[in-house]
């Protein structure tokens, strides 16, 4: 329960590259497990649902037929094919070489997330609206504060 509370804070306070990041990081760690459980077939289907699901979020929020875009569509691609070999043949390298394959792409992503935040410190940005919420006997207020530092009824 800890672990998922603590996942839920670093997703919330997350920006657009540590999110890529932390996704990045589960579908490691997911390979890692795939690694462990490779003779148990009901937590390995488990598993490799678990990983098509986060290679399926990853692919969707590419956007646009750039360059770029299509390299990571291939790479995600790859992944996949290679992780379902792994499974198909319990070929424990397959999922190795998924590791190595997407490590340089989590030490990218995360480095980019943690100059982002450093960028925003630097600058002293703040969230754009600061919303709360104040409790009465039988009631509750919400209010909202604007980028004009007025508090409105939320």
């Known amino acids: ?23 990045y990081e589960g579908l490691i760690d997911t390979f890692n497990e795939c690694i462990s459980n490779l003779d148990e077939k009901e937590s390995l289907d488990i598993l490799m649902d678990k990983c098509r699901d986060i290679l399926a979020e990853l692919m969707a929020t590419l956007t646009g037929d750039s360059e770029i875009a299509n390299n990571y569509k291939s ?38 997330g943690e100059k982002m935040y450093m960028d925003n410190i630097k600058e002293n940005k703040g969230p ?23 508090w409105e009824k939320g």
């Open 1 to 23: 329960m800890i672990e998922k509370e603590y996942l839920a804070s670093r997703v919330a306070t997350a920006n657009e590259a540590q999110l890529v990041a932390i996704m």
């Open 75 to 112: 790479l995600y691609l790859y992944i996949n094919n290679n992780i379902t070999e792994g499974y198909i043949t319990k070929d424990k390298s397959k999922f190795e070489e998924a590791i190595k394959v997407m490590t340089p792409l989590y030490e990218g992503w995360n480095e980019l």
């Open 128 to 150: 754009k609206v600061v919303a709360g919420m104040t409790y009465g006997k039988g009631y509750v207020n919400e209010s909202v504060m604007n980028n004009q530092n007025r």
